[in-house]
């Protein structure tokens, strides 16, 4: 795995909510909506479909993983998981809580906003223990 400047390889994965050694989970503060999470696979792939089927499976319990983790602790009204990584070189699935009355609700997080909305952030050491609790403590995969 080469940087050349990836924001993502450059990114401190010590200061990620979770990681192994094939993928991270990162938090993100979205306007409108409050506290999400990306699941970031650490090498440079370009498709799910690239990756072989026990890494896909590997990363999908991280992804699916976070996805309770985020269900359980923020109550949404729905959850949303979506992959579009056009602008890095990283697979990565954003895992998104979802309120009927954020910003954007029922539209994806990207579009433009409907309302005004308060934002529900969560508590990163809360949220990081709650991920080592579903998670594992972040052991090398078997991979
Ligand atoms: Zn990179």
Redesign the pocket.
């Known amino acids: 795995?080469t940087?050349d400047g990836?924001p993502?390889?450059e990114r401190d994965v010590a200061g990620a909510l979770w990681a192994n050694d094939r993928c991270f989970v990162i938090p993100a503060e979205i306007a409108g909506v409050g506290t999400i999470c990306r699941v970031v696979w650490r090498e440079?792939t370009r498709e799910m479909s690239d990756l072989d089927p026990l890494a896909r499976g590997v990363f999908m319990d991280v992804v699916f993983g976070v996805e309770a983790v985020l269900r359980d602790l923020a109550r949404p009204a729905k959850m949303n998981v979506a992959s579009l990584g056009n602008l890095?070189?990283?697979l990565h699935w954003h895992v998104v809580p979802r309120y009927l009355d954020d910003a954007y609700f029922p539209d994806a997080i990207w579009a433009p906003a409907r309302r005004t909305a308060v934002e529900r952030p969560l508590n990163g050491p809360v949220l990081r223990a709650a991920l080592a609790a579903v998670l594992g403590n972040g052991a090398k995969t078997l991979l």
Do not use: A
């Open positions: 795995m940087s990836c993502l390889c440079h890095v070189p990283h």
